[in-house]
């Protein structure tokens, strides 16, 4: 009966870095990776997480039994801090559901789901997702059977924000439309709304009750400043939307990539209300992973329960946002320097985040790999992090060769 399965196309990214690793020139760079590396090109283990590994290791009776359903109680509560403030009036009034998920990709689905289940019948039911997406967004809410919709996020030629057609796309689709945004640090992008766009968009989506999907990938890793990168969050919880959800992933932040490790958070006025979206959400929870891992939600509630980790942890968080940032002005510095072309580049210092929007079109982009061995995604996104002192000046060559600069 399954004689008829058809092949799936390999996945994109996946398909990328098997390519890097098959590719036998020692001076191959691998520009693609969704993943933090260090100076060395290689995977950095945080140091205030080995520390938690440590202290989990030697804690008598530790055992593998299940977690409850909803996840490890502390961790959630030190997880809903961190996303909207320790004094945030959505933690006193008890306002909030959390489910921890299995990282980013399972709060997004979780949400998803839930969403397709109980979102009103007589509205469209339909996600705004930014144009370009995250690769995966519309996968995700398409598999949960969810309508969607683009808004316009971004300008090839200024390479920025295309704010004016951001905001009146939002004022002219359906009202109560779900609108899925980049907390900080969009992904593909690098291009994030200033704070004063990001009042302008959250008072439309007020003004035409959209509800507010946030996905949370990169809280500190972006800026190194945790409150900073959750703004926008905050910004919007202050409004006291109707609902308000929020999926939030410690992969890249701690570094947890493989273990999994997420929460989603769904907001509301009431206390009464969020209890009973938690006994849903539990029970989609329950057919789905029916409890989430542990190893990784007990390392990342082992710092953020610590004022002693978490001060280590912020100071981690700037060694990486750091380097990036000096990558950043490095790759540019030695693509304008000298070149005539001052300011052609500034995008790359502009945008935040793990990924930078080249403006590098898809036969540059083969040039690179078939010439120059650098391997990036076809849309011209470079990770960051690919980059170290060892290969930017390699890179910048490589790019200045295909541009023709
Ligand atoms: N959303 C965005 C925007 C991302 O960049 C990522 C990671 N690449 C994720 C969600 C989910 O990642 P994970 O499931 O590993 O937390």
């Known amino acids: 009966p399954l004689a008829g399965v058809p092949q799936a196309p390999k996945d994109p990214m996946f ?14 760079v691998d520009l693609g990776v969704g993943a933090y590396r260090d100076n060395n090109a290689k995977p950095w283990v945080m140091p205030v997480v080995k520390k938690a590994d440590e202290i989990l290791r030697q804690t008598p ?3 593998h039994e299940y977690l409850p359903i909803a996840g490890l109680n502390e961790y959630l509560s030190a997880s809903q801090q961190l996303v909207f403030g320790e ?7 008890h306002r909030v559901a959390t489910m921890q998920t299995i990282s980013g990709t399972g709060a997004l689905h979780l949400g998803a789901r839930f969403l397709h289940k109980f979102f009103p019948e007589s509205e469209a039911k339909r996600v705004y997702v930014s144009s370009p997406p995250y690769v995966n967004h519309l996968p995700i809410l398409h598999d949960a059977r969810l309508e969607t919709g683009f808004y316009p996020y971004y300008t090839p030629t200024t390479k920025s924000l295309d704010f004016e057609n951001l905001l009146s796309t939002l004022e002219t689709i359906p009202r109560n439309s779900i609108v899925l945004l980049h907390a900080c640090a969009h992904n593909p992008t690098g291009v994030d709304p200033t704070q004063s766009q990001w009042r302008q968009i959250a008072s439309v989506m007020r003004e035409r009750h959209h509800l ?16 900073a990168d959750a703004w926008a969050i905050r910004h919007f919880a202050s409004l006291d939307f109707p609902a308000l959800l929020v999926a939030q992933s410690y992969a890249k932040n701690f570094g947890l990539y493989g273990e999994r490790t997420g929460c989603l958070h769904v907001v509301t006025q009431e206390a009464e209300l969020a209890g009973r979206i938690g006994s849903q959400m539990e029970k989609l929870q329950r057919v789905n992973i029916s409890t989430p891992p542990a190893y990784g939600a007990r390392i990342a509630s082992t710092i953020l329960n ?23 002005k490095a790759l540019r510095s030695l693509l304008e320097n000298g070149k005539g072309g001052e300011g052609k580049w500034k995008h790359l210092t502009e945008q935040t985040g793990m990924f930078c929007y080249t403006g590098l079109d898809p036969e540059q982009v083969r040039q690179l790999r078939e010439q120059w061995h650098v391997y990036l995604t076809g849309d011209g996104r470079v990770s960051v992090s690919g980059l170290n002192w060892g290969n930017v000046r390699y890179v910048a060559e490589a790019f200045g060769g295909v541009t023709g600069k």
Not at 212 to 227: M, N, T, V
Not at 311 to 326: C, H, N, P, Y
Request: hydrophobic share 35%; aromatic share 12%; no cysteine.
């Open 212 to 227: 507010p999907f946030f996905d949370s990938a990169y809280q500190g890793f972006a800026s190194g400043d945790l409150d």
């Open 61 to 63: 009776d530790l055992n």
């Open 87 to 93: 004094d945030s009036p959505i933690l006193k009034d």
């Open 306 to 328: 610590s004022p002693a980790l978490f001060a280590e942890w912020q100071s981690d968080l700037k060694t990486m946002s750091g380097r990036i940032v000096e990558m950043r």
């Open 15 to 28: 398909g990328l870095s098997a390519a890097y690793r098959a590719d036998t020139d020692p001076k191959k």
